[in-house]
């Protein structure tokens, strides 16, 4: 989820972990990260890594970029502050609810595990944008740099639904820079989280223990066939203008704007660390063909 936070009852927890923060004084002052932090982001990684999930990603997020927070949230299930490089996460992810550290994975529902791993993807992009050290990493520059290309001639102009519900009823809008940004950034997390979500549901829906074998089987094709013909992989954003918020917190984007193949097998090969030839083939189950609306710019990938 992204930055809103109308309806967050305010119960801050002055001792939340920071599970790859430390604290941000000393990691300022060139400090040496908590033994106790770097524990815990090794026993996430490995949770991880025994499920099958992807933790290339999760591994160039330096250690004391990201500070993680817990509180009582009413109206989503986690948030994401870019500007503070700040992620929130409901009560419920934590451990006995209690905010002090994060519940296991194992523990975790596979939606709680989709929306952990969504928020983690808004971190990496944030670390991706922010910080001159990330430019050293040929995939992440080459994923910055293909983002930036999808911003402008993608996400620039777009179809909404003013009224979510009717997905038919749609209106064509010019973003500004930062509301481009975020409906992609929203619309790759989204796939993000829903992959790992449901990659993990057909796991477990098999009666077997989760395995990265599982994510080239042709039933999680099938199930992003289906949900790329229902246009369901959608991003969203907050509008800027103060007025158009009042109508409406979040603008949801089209059916037809949905996240393309092109973007789904970028993200197959430099999140899960698939080779290209399989992310293309996982995406050209994708319909192929995406409309282009008046006054967009040519995309350069």
Known sequence: MGASRVGVTSVRWLGVLLLWAGFQAGSAAGAEIQP????????????????????????????????????????????????????????????????????????????????????????????????????????????????????????????????????????????????????????????????????????????APPNRGRKKDSGWLAHLKKKDRDGDLVGYYEPEDPAERTVARKRYLAPSHRITPQEVAVLLEVLWGESRDEARRAAAVMEQKRALLKDSVPCRS
């Open 36 to 207: 106790d932090v770097k524990a815990q982001r090794s026993a996430l990684l490995a949770q991880a890594d025994a499920l099958g999930l992807p933790t290339k990603f999760l591994r160039a997020i330096p250690a004391d970029f990201i500070t993680l927070e817990f509180e009582d949230l009413l109206a989503f299930a986690a948030e994401y502050h870019p500007e503070e490089h700040r992620m929130v996460l409901n009560l419920a992810l934590s451990f006995n609810a209690a905010g002090g550290t994060l519940k296991p994975l194992a523990k975790m529902t596979s939606r709680e595990v989709g929306t952990l791993f969504h928020e983690f993807f808004h971190a990496y992009m944030d670390f991706a944008r922010s910080k001159a050290e990330a430019s050293a990493d040929p995939a992440i520059a080459g994923l910055l740099a293909f983002a930036q290309d999808q911003q402008q001639c993608r996400y620039q102009v777009v179809s909404i639904t003013p009224v979510v519900q009717r997905k038919s009823a749609t209106e064509v809008r010019f973003l500004s820079d930062r509301e481009a940004w975020e409906a992609l950034d929203e619309t790759w997390a989204v796939f993000v989280g829903w992959a790992v979500w449901s990659r993990l549901e057909q796991s477990y829906g098999q009666g």
